[in-house]
């Protein structure tokens, strides 16, 4: 039955019937989700009550760690009948996983057309165009008819993950023009592909980043987005579903790189250890750079300790500064992410910033100011100044990093989001200690003359 | 041409009739954007330029300001025309914008059928299926062939926003099954539609959030999902181009809330001015908080000036378990956004943070032990331990709390996102501050005995 989410949900089935019916009776991600939340001796039974065609879908859906399970517990001709009848994509996204040995053994056992479906994507690497793609696609040569477009269509149909759109290429397989399962409904039998397909195709190379493409297919609307090679070859697809997918993927690598940890989606239920292990190494690294930071302290402990109310203001400082670089990091990586903002519009960001920033800075300042005001004893009100002036500094000089470290990062072609919030705050604090409580010591000794 | 990003480029046109070709051969969303790029004069008169059909396309990619510049400036004949012609779901958000009088007089003008299906949308809430469906689909009734159901989608395609699914209704418009054009189109003209049709349909109901339904169609890699009333009524599709913004908006929002931050995906191109309005209030609110934090410092200004390594410590101390609180918050939060984790898992996360957050204490706890004993002269080697165990705890702290809190807030219902990374870290200072000078002062006392 549906959960209200809408999802479906299997409760306590003891009878092994009653389950084969659900399994074979439900969609097959629910299904999926289903086995991989069981042990691997009860995932090989529950998996070998599928019947065929629901265990090729269900197979799909199956977390990697799972299919490998399966791979290793099931019948090599099972397992040979499963991998051949994966779509190319989803065979080269779990022979990535695999050790180097099985994927051979597979390969061999392949059909030559799919073992040439599957090492072509596995060719490219890791989040290009070229190793999202499927391989299975409608092609149409130049100078069909409508009604033999459709009639083609109609024929071979089963193994094509889209039909929606058709690709028309010459006979060098250079792509010439697309046309939709919709214009050709809507268009008599006899008329000719080239009289209603479009020109003026939106395409990505192999070499495009995943991301990149993603983002076109959702400028342009698109359902499907055809991959070329160099030489304008049609050799793949990208389909919507599969954009969806990148679009999440990229989200998430932006938000856990922002804040310097790493796993993807699942980062939330990973096990303890792998989770110690993806967040300390960058908890420990950043600790060694702040060393950095608190030395440009450790020189002054003489100056706290004639004017403590500086271990009060000190913190505000970093913290505030810190703020004000999350923000504006985080707004452009973002803005760069999903190509609001490109490298072009470095400069107009850039004026805009260094306004904003100096608003920012003067309401900061002012706001430390008082506080310092009102902390500070007597005898120590010109440490506010002080204060709201390197507050002013300091903030201003966050609101510009964090917003010209990501793009000077893009416009090298880098990661944007590599520049991460912990270790731009900590340069910031470096640079703020250091500054203020120089200032300072100056201050004392001026007075002290 | 194409930009190597693979955009369409219109670069100095200075000829009308060159412009208007190229405006009128663009791409919709293209042309739109040179067309924003204008100012306001130039907008009216490119947008003029326009042929009657590609005007309708691109004025739905227009910036709503742009959307409302243009209705102001063009004759009301033409503006009815426009907004006749926009899908449902594209009106509504442009009626959500525009003055209230102006969405009166054009309602009035819209023809009944029009009228109605705005309406309907603008009367769900924002965020809801309902305010993002749109009112065009193709609905079959039970008892049609295969071939009855294709002519009927054949007349009527033109106003439908997509024709890849059709959902079959019952007498009282209830929804009772779904096929896809491509089953009709390969199965033979005279078998009866509820043959092939689905029963099990995944719907959402028009209350659904947004965000929910979009899951809905990315685990089910659905093309459109259809949303239903209370009665299970059919009243509306929600289209995959439209899932793709949805979860875009819904990535950016939790990235910004997460950094204390507002504005969607545009936030890095705003002026100055709204980037202030959007931030300060943020930051002079944590300022104000963080008073809070900085004041737990203030009594013990006399301890730190006795002990002044102190100033150097409590940096490290606050930084490293702020970002363990950002680290276990951005997982959680994402987790939750993409719907990996569920607040069923709760429990499971709990021990596993628990687990993982001491790990991680310890860690972190030894690293500035180690650190305090070198920075502390002889006679202050005791603040070392002082220092290490607060760490243990504030890192402790900071996990459980960076998951939990997200977690309990949405158990409450509530956006896990609410509990940005600037507020979280100013509690843990406040928490960490204090228990570490009032230990270090409590051990001084002891030892003046």
Same mark, same amino acid.
């Given at each position: 039955?549906?959960?209200?989410?809408?999802?479906?949900?299997?409760?306590?089935?003891?009878?092994?019937?009653?389950?084969?019916?659900?399994?074979?009776?439900?969609?097959?991600?629910?299904?999926?989700?289903?086995?991989?939340?069981?042990?691997?001796?009860?995932?090989?039974?529950?998996?070998?009550?599928?019947?065929?065609?629901?265990?090729?879908?269900?197979?799909?859906?199956?977390?990697?760690?799972?299919?490998?399970?399966? %791979?290793?517990?099931?019948?090599?001709?099972?397992?040979?009948?499963?991998?051949?009848?994966?779509?190319?994509?989803?065979?080269?996204?779990?022979? *990535?996983?695999?050790?180097?040995?099985?994927?051979?053994?597979?390969?061999?056992?392949?059909?030559?057309?799919?073992?040439?479906?599957?090492?072509?994507?596995?060719?490219?690497?890791?989040?290009?165009? !070229?190793?999202?793609?499927?391989?299975?696609?409608?092609?149409?040569?130049?100078?069909?008819?409508?009604?033999?477009?459709?009639?083609?269509?109609?024929?071979?149909?089963?193994?094509?993950?889209?039909?929606?759109?058709?690709?028309?290429?010459?006979?060098?397989?250079?792509?010439?023009?697309?046309?939709?399962?919709?214009?050709?409904?809507?268009?008599?039998?006899?008329?000719?592909?080239?009289?209603?397909?479009?020109?003026?195709?939106?395409?990505?190379?192999? *070499?495009?980043?995943?991301?990149?493409?993603?983002?076109?297919?959702?400028?342009?609307?698109?359902?499907?987005?055809?991959?070329?090679?160099?030489?304008?070859?049609? +050799? !793949?697809?990208?389909?919507?579903?599969?954009? +969806?997918?990148?679009?999440?993927?990229?989200?998430?690598?932006?938000?856990?790189?922002?804040?310097?940890?790493?796993?993807?989606?699942?980062?939330?239920?990973?096990?303890?250890?792998?989770?110690?292990?993806?967040?300390?190494?960058?908890?420990?690294?950043?600790?060694?750079?702040?060393?950095?930071?608190?030395?440009?302290?450790?020189?002054?402990?003489?100056?706290?300790?004639?004017?403590?109310?500086?271990?009060?203001?000190?913190?505000?400082?970093?913290?505030?500064?810190?703020?004000?670089?999350?923000?504006?990091?985080?707004?452009?990586?973002?803005?760069?992410?999903?190509?609001?903002?490109?490298?072009?519009?470095?400069?107009?960001?850039?004026?805009?910033? %260094?306004?904003?920033?100096? !608003?920012?800075?003067?309401?900061?300042?002012?706001?430390? !100011?008082?506080?310092?005001?009102?902390?500070?004893?007597?005898?120590?009100?010109?440490?506010?100044?002080?204060?709201?002036?390197?507050?002013?500094?300091?903030?201003?000089?966050?609101?510009?990093?964090?917003?010209?470290?990501?793009?000077?990062?893009?416009?090298?072609?880098?990661?944007?989001?590599?520049?991460?919030?912990?270790?731009?705050?900590?340069? /910031?604090?470096?640079?703020?200690?250091?500054?203020?409580?120089? /200032? %300072?010591? /100056?201050? /004392?000794?001026?007075?002290?003359?």
């Amino acid at each position: 039955m549906l959960t209200q989410e809408g999802r479906i949900a299997l409760t306590d089935i003891t009878d092994l019937n009653l389950l084969k019916a659900e399994l074979n009776r439900l969609p097959p991600v629910d299904a999926g989700d289903y086995i991989a939340e069981l042990s691997p001796q009860q995932q090989a039974i529950a998996f070998r009550l599928l019947n065929k065609n629901q265990a090729i879908a269900v197979f799909e859906y199956l977390p990697q760690e799972v299919q490998e399970e399966l %791979i290793g517990s099931l019948h090599d001709a099972q397992v040979f009948h499963l991998v051949e009848s994966m779509s190319p994509d989803d065979r080269a996204e779990l022979f *990535d996983e695999l050790p180097a040995g099985v994927v051979k053994r597979l390969l061999q056992q392949l059909s030559a057309e799919e073992r040439q479906a599957t090492a072509t994507i596995l060719g490219y690497p890791e989040g290009t165009a !070229g190793r999202v793609m499927t391989t299975e696609y409608v092609r149409l040569r130049q100078g069909l008819t409508v009604g033999e477009a459709l009639n083609k269509i109609r024929r071979n149909d089963e193994d094509k993950e889209t039909i929606y759109y058709a690709y028309v290429t010459d006979d060098n397989r250079k792509l010439v023009s697309v046309v939709s399962l919709r214009q050709l409904l809507f268009t008599i039998p006899d008329v000719l592909i080239r009289e209603i397909a479009s020109q003026r195709v939106v395409r990505v190379r192999t *070499d495009t980043p995943q991301a990149e493409a993603a983002q076109l297919m959702k400028r342009y609307d698109l359902i499907a987005i055809p991959v070329v090679d160099r030489e304008d070859r049609l +050799v !793949g697809i990208i389909t919507v579903d599969d954009v +969806v997918d990148i679009l999440e993927e990229e989200a998430t690598a932006d938000i856990q790189k922002l804040a310097g940890v790493s796993g993807g989606d699942e980062a939330a239920l990973s096990p303890p250890h792998v989770t110690i292990r993806k967040r300390l190494p960058w908890l420990l690294a950043n600790i060694g750079l702040y060393v950095g930071a608190a030395s440009a302290i450790a020189p002054f402990q003489q100056v706290i300790s004639v004017v403590p109310v500086l271990a009060v203001i000190m913190p505000i400082l970093s913290n505030t500064s810190g703020n004000v670089a999350i923000q504006a990091l985080s707004v452009t990586v973002r803005g760069l992410g999903v190509g609001e903002v490109t490298p072009l519009d470095t400069l107009k960001i850039l004026r805009k910033e %260094i306004l904003a920033g100096l !608003g920012t800075a003067l309401a900061l300042a002012i706001a430390l !100011g008082i506080l310092s005001l009102i902390w500070s004893p007597p005898q120590e009100r010109w440490v506010a100044i002080v204060a709201a002036s390197v507050m002013a500094i300091n903030v201003f000089v966050a609101a510009s990093l964090g917003t010209m470290l990501p793009m000077g990062l893009k416009r090298l072609k880098l990661d944007p989001a590599l520049i991460s919030g912990p270790l731009l705050t900590t340069i /910031l604090d470096a640079v703020g200690f250091l500054t203020f409580l120089s /200032l %300072i010591s /100056l201050a /004392l000794r001026m007075m002290a003359k």
